[in-house]
């Protein structure tokens, strides 16, 4: 079994709409991050959380929400979808404990915003 | 800021021939770390390497290798005998240690390998 599953892998829907994807690890990392990848463009920071009471902006946060449900758990909200959030978006984690603090990513939801 | 620049867009080679991917990095720090991942076809990130910045060394794993030079801020990955199914888009990522309470990657905008036979 995949250690970082997300959920759904893909998803097409309509401007206006909200949108949850999620993201659970088995792991037991503490940190978690959300990504989105947009061609050319590389992977760029969301939100992301040290512990399940630590939630951070990143680079783009705009348009987006996160929740913390869990350790193991976390999801990405958008509130009203909009085209340009048309993307691949990856969870990915990692564990404080760790130095170098390498992340484990997901296999990517790709959503569509029609 | 820290910032990780790949040059090469798009890499076209055939089949057995060697090719190199760029990537050059920016940062303040003095502890950093530096990430190569490849993204195949289907998508997902795989790792395939981690270097922290007090090792110059550079690394070797069957076909692949890897050349870290910190006086050009370089770390650049070679394919030896490159096969189809290193067709993919490769991604360098920076992670410096202390920025505030980030402990997030930064990443280049990707090389795209395709490889023919």
């Known amino acids: 079994d995949a250690d970082v599953t997300q959920t759904p892998r893909n998803r097409i829907t309509k401007t206006g709409k909200r949108i949850m994807l999620e993201c659970s690890q088995t792991?037991?990392?503490?940190?978690m991050y959300w990504y989105r990848q947009d061609p050319g463009l590389g992977l760029r920071l969301i939100y992301y959380?040290?512990?399940?009471?630590?939630?951070n902006k990143g680079e783009i946060s705009d348009g987006y929400s996160v929740s913390r449900q869990a350790q193991a758990k976390f999801s990405l909200s958008l509130e009203s979808a909009i085209p340009n959030q048309t993307a691949l978006y990856f969870c990915?984690?990692?564990?404080?404990?760790?130095?170098?603090?390498?992340?484990?990513f997901g296999p990517g939801t790709r959503l569509t915003v029609l | 800021a820290q910032k990780v620049t790949q040059a090469q867009t798009e890499i076209s080679v055939v089949e057995k021939e060697d090719v190199t991917l760029d990537c050059v990095y920016e940062?303040?720090?003095?502890?950093?770390?530096l990430f190569w991942y490849k993204q195949p076809p289907s998508g997902e990130l795989v790792f395939l390497i981690r270097?922290?910045?007090?090792?110059?060394q550079n690394e070797i794993s069957g076909r692949y290798s890897w050349n870290f030079q910190k006086s050009t801020s370089s770390f650049n990955f070679t394919i030896t005998a490159s096969q189809v199914v290193d067709s993919a888009v490769y991604f360098c990522?920076?992670?410096?240690?202390?920025?505030?309470?980030?402990?997030?990657?930064?990443f280049g905008t990707g090389t795209r390998l395709q490889v023919t036979l």
């Open positions: 990915a984690t990692s564990d404080s404990g760790q130095d170098y603090n390498e992340q484990f």
């Open positions: 792991k037991g990392h503490d940190r």
């Open positions: 959380s040290f512990d399940v009471k630590d939630i």
């Open positions: 940062t303040r720090d003095t502890t950093y770390y």
């Open positions: 270097r922290n910045s007090f090792d110059e």
């Open positions: 990522a920076l992670r410096t240690v202390y920025t505030g309470t980030a402990s997030k990657l930064t």
